[in-house]
């Protein structure tokens, strides 16, 4: 089993649309918990940190819930240009910088 | 501010060959990681330098060994190419000592590596 588990998709949305994205990890010492966002051929880039007592970034909401070891994104109003890999991502206290990725999942958002 | 760069962007190598890829941090940070990205999936730690040593590896061959240098910058070997070893090779960048829960790493563009 991967530490970290994400449905790889593909999300096929019409523009407008409300999106959510789960992933879920398997080591309880887990203590960082991320969302990076990776365009075709690109490098990851951080979209945003996720905490116990969720956060909000525009059109974007992460909640992170440690009992269940589950991490979510929800991603409002559905740009063309949010099109692109979403990468659910952790980190252990003691690996000091060691990033867990999960397979990413892939949305397509349509006109 | 120069982000994180690597060279080169794209390599084609043999099976059996030996290769060599090369990262620069972001300006002002002094730890490098190298991740391993193949088609399809999440990227994969391979290990991280500071201060010029490896300080944590990942699950690879010790075909793969690294470098850092006293400026920070990076190198990542691969001896014995296999074909699995085609994928992309990703370095980040960061700052050691800042607060965990604010960690960041940026990473480069990445180098494609084709074995064949």
């Known amino acids: 089993r991967k530490e970290v588990e994400q449905d790889p998709g593909p999300f096929n949305v019409p523009e407008g649309a409300t999106v959510a994205f789960n992933c879920t990890y398997s080591?309880?010492?887990?203590?960082?918990f991320f969302w990076y966002r990776q365009d075709c051929r690109k490098e990851p880039k951080l979209l945003m940190s996720?905490?116990?007592s969720g956060n909000e970034d525009g059109r974007f909401t992460a909640q992170l819930n440690r009992a269940s070891q589950y991490i979510s994104l929800l991603i409002r109003d559905s740009k063309l240009s949010d099109s692109a890999t979403y990468l659910c991502v952790v980190s252990r206290v003691s690996n000091t910088g060691k990033l867990i990725f999960g397979q990413g999942t892939t949305l397509q958002v349509k006109p | 501010d120069a982000g994180v760069t690597q060279s080169p962007t794209h390599l084609i190598k043999t099976r059996g060959q030996q290769v060599t890829l090369r990262c620069s941090p972001k300006?002002?940070?002094?730890?490098v990681s190298w991740y391993q990205q193949a088609l399809g999936q999440g990227p994969q730690f391979i290990f991280q330098?500071?201060?010029?040593?490896?300080?944590q590896r990942g699950n690879f061959p010790d075909r793969f060994s690294g470098h850092q240098f006293p400026n920070y910058s990076s190198e990542l070997n691969v001896n014995a190419l296999l074909l699995g070893d085609s994928a992309l090779y990703l370095c980040?960048?960061?700052?050691?000592?800042?607060?965990?829960?604010?960690?960041?790493?940026?990473f480069g563009p990445g180098t494609r590596l084709t074995v064949t």
């Open positions: 330098y500071y201060e010029e040593e490896e300080r």
């Open positions: 080591n309880s010492a887990s203590q960082s």
């Open positions: 996720v905490y116990s």
């Open positions: 980040a960048s960061s700052l050691d000592g800042i607060p965990v829960v604010s960690y960041e790493q940026y």
């Open positions: 300006s002002g940070h002094d730890t």
